[in-house]
């Protein structure tokens, strides 16, 4: 059997031609799409093809600089550029609403994002793992064992959820709130710099792009293509961000739904692609499958923090206001989104997820999604709410979550522990 390490130098080595123009062919692709989006103006459906296209390949690009960059940086600098990074995309979007002072369509992005990651992210890691294990070794798992060292990130995302409720106190998000949850994102930071270094991730679990420009022996020549990653990802959501709200404005109008919802689900489902695809590569490993977890509740905390801290900081240069107001659907969206990162929150309290926690973000995230406003069989009574029964019911699960596993939280002894673990 040929050891992991020298697996994947002979892999690379077998198609080193098929990486190194796979890199220059994505990297040919987004210059050119940019290019006739921005300077040609082509008819609208080229438009929508080569922005959505050209959203989901820049989105590509950076996940593959980030996996890369945490074997070339050191660790704490690793941390930060990657959680910088993960919100690259959705920023790109909201920054886009901000500046144009689409008040209708602020926060769109944000909880379509935070709810698509949890409710069919979360669920997907597990079932994939668990399908994994049932192919290898003929029985499924009942949950995923996460590490105590994982404790801070499951606090700090209830913390900075938490941190919601007084935005829907006041229904304003304004340059305060930025200012908090920017102190909220530093904390993270330096919290997770001060944790123990993760050694269950090595090159060979990368995917073949990373793991490439990982393993590349000349540093000149690794550090420019993985600035190259960076930079051209970043260019391509720049340039493609206007058209690609304007043409899921369009889509939503044509197909008659409403901006918001189309903007929610679509934005985050193109530009969260690679991430998810990476997590769910990551849990077909079964020992895996707890980091692929992790990953996406460190999006999640960076969305959360360092993601909706920038709107109001762009509302503010562009239009010289220092606060929005939250309308009443923006107001469910977040209580909803509250209530959903509460409960994804208080089932890891135990450090486990189990089948039960899939299901249950799963079902409850494809109500809302497939009846967005009511729920039919309620027929037209004013309660009829779909937002908020969703909210109630997350409600009700924390409560139950609470009392059936009262027993395995020990939250002050695992802070113990993980103190002492802290550089």
């Not at 008819?43 to 074997?71: C, D, K, T």
């Not at 979550?401 to 939250?411: F, G, P, S, T, Y």
């Amino acid at each position: 059997m040929i050891p992991p390490r020298q697996w994947v130098s002979s892999e690379l080595k077998r198609k080193p031609h098929f990486i190194v123009g796979s890199y220059w062919l994505l990297f040919a692709y987004c210059i050119s799409a940019s290019l006739i989006v921005r300077l040609v103006a082509p008819p609208l459906p080229a438009v929508v093809w080569l922005s959505f296209s050209g959203v989901i390949l820049a989105a590509i690009l950076i996940s593959w600089g980030a996996e890369a960059a945490q074997f070339v940086v050191s660790q704490g600098l690793a941390i930060a550029i990657i959680a910088l990074l993960q919100v690259v995309p959705e920023f790109m979007v909201e920054a886009t609403v901000a500046w144009r002072g689409e008040n209708d369509l602020m926060l769109a992005n944000v909880t379509g994002s935070n709810r698509l990651l949890m409710g069919v992210g979360w669920a997907l890691v597990f079932v994939t793992a668990d399908v994994a294990s049932r192919v290898k070794h003929g029985h499924g798992i009942a949950r995923i064992e996460l590490r105590r060292e994982t404790f801070i990130q499951v606090l700090m995302l209830m913390a900075s959820s938490g941190y919601f409720a007084f935005v829907l106190m006041h229904g304003i998000l304004d340059i305060v709130d930025g200012i908090f949850l920017l102190a909220f994102f530093a904390a993270y930071m330096i919290l997770l710099k001060k944790m123990p270094e993760e050694d269950a991730e090595k090159k060979e679990d990368l995917l073949a792009m990373p793991r490439y420009l990982a393993t590349l022996a000349r540093p000149r020549e690794q550090f420019l293509k993985l600035v190259g990653l960076f930079a051209i990802g970043g260019l391509t959501m720049w340039a493609m961000a206007e058209p690609f709200l304007d043409s899921m404005k369009t889509i939503a109008a044509g197909v008659g739904v409403t901006a918001f919802l189309f903007v929610q689900w679509i934005a985050p489902f193109l530009s969260e692609f690679p991430e998810t695809v990476t997590a769910f590569y990551w849990a077909r490993s079964i020992h895996l499958a707890p980091m692929a977890l992790m990953n996406l509740i460190s999006s999640k905390v960076s969305q959360w923090t360092l993601l909706v801290a920038m709107i109001p900081l762009v509302y503010l240069v562009a239009h010289g206001r220092w606060e929005i107001a939250l309308n009443a659907t923006q107001r469910e969206e977040v209580l909803l989104s509250l209530m959903m990162l509460l409960y994804g929150s208080i089932t890891l309290l135990k450090l486990y997820f189990t089948r039960l926690n899939a299901l249950s973000l799963f079902v409850l995230w494809l109500v809302q999604f497939v009846f967005p406003h009511q729920l039919p069989l309620l027929g037209a009574a004013d309660w009829n709410n779909t937002r908020m029964l969703t909210a109630a019911a997350f409600g009700a699960l924390i409560v139950v979550e609470l009392v059936k596993h009262r027993n395995d939280i020990h939250l002050f002894e695992t802070l113990r522990v993980v103190h002492a673990t802290m550089k």
